[in-house]
């Protein structure tokens, strides 16, 4: 009998094309369909640093395939927080023990590094501006829509919705019995600045930091790139005094960062230009349930996305991939083994859902508090 699959993956983001080496390790027939366009060929980032903090979970699913030593070229760690008070005092907190750290990696390299991976298999295909428009349950069909607005149908013995907060495997799901939707949008935003790196590539801010400017309501971060640059990130409410709706004109921004975060602004002499060009965005945070329906499964954001507080959407989408490969491993029974995959991780989504909103408050907030940092003092010693 042959127990090889024949599995379809909708989207090539960062968890869809981890799942694809996984699948493609055990010899099974892998083909991922991208909406968007090859990031290996064109840059779809628009020439921005965006990065993300990987921690234990995710380095974990990182090794199961071995790509932690890969990976770990192209991250840097990061061992404390840097907190730049409004005093202009600077504390760090460590974040666990010492030589204990999470690493900033950059979005891009990531997933081009995890699409290389993936494509280095003879057993994966990959199709990138493939739009998934559709899924059929019962026949295990799935339809995208090519970069001319062709249809294209392929079938499955297995398919996963890895297309992200969004993600039309879960829109399909969304019109059957019994499924189980939230979707909750949070007062702040985001909008995304760079520190350019300095003379020969030398870093502008501690590098081996993640940087936080907590004031209360709001908030400023910066995580290392490995080019000496940091991606910045100001969290804003939309609405009110301080938010991205009262700061509607350049000089009104430059204005407020000057008086709250002056030390960054200063590193950042395209401030204007960055301010103008670069999107604010919305934040949101999805739960659903169930995650299964007969051969199809959604996996990372596509089940559970979360706030990016705590840094853990991805590193929660890796350790998704794991467990899913704990249960495969283990079984002929797949329906079984996707089956106790949904009830094993739901848990767990919903749980870093509460914690990562949980801890913006700290970050933004208790991070700057005089008391808190004593204890952190006292915790660290
Ligand atoms: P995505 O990365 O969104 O990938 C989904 C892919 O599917 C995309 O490539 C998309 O183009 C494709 N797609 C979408 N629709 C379709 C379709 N119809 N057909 C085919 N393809 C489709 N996580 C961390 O662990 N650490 C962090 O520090 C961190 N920081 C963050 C900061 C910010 C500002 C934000 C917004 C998120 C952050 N996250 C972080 C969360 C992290 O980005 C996500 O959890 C992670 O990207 C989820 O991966 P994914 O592959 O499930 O989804």
Redesign the pocket.
Known sequence: MNTKKNIVI???????SLLAVYFAERGHRVRL????PDARKTNIYAGRSIN???SDR?WKALRGVGLEEKVRQIALPMYHRGLHQPDGSYVRQPYGQPGQAIYSVS?GGLNILLLNAADAYENVELFFN????DVDFETNEVK?LDEAGNEVVVKADYIFG???????IRGEMMKTDRFDYQQQYISHG?K?LTIPAGEGGSFLLENNALHIWPRHEFMLIALPNIDGSFTV?LFLPFEGNNSFSALDSVKKAREFFRQTFPDALELMPDFDQQWQQNPV?S?CIIRCYPWVRNHTAL????AH??V?FY???????FEDVDVLFQLLDHTADWPAALEQYQKLRKPDGDAIAELALRNFIEMRDLTADPKFLLQKKIEAR
């Open positions: 909708a989207g090539g983001g960062l968890v869809g369909f991208e909406r968007r993300l903090a990987l995710g979005r493939h739009k998934c428009v995208f890895a297309d992200g907060a969004f993600s039309a985001y995304e990130t965005s934040l996996i990372g954001d596509a996305a979360i990016p840094g853990q959407g991805m590193n929660c989408g």
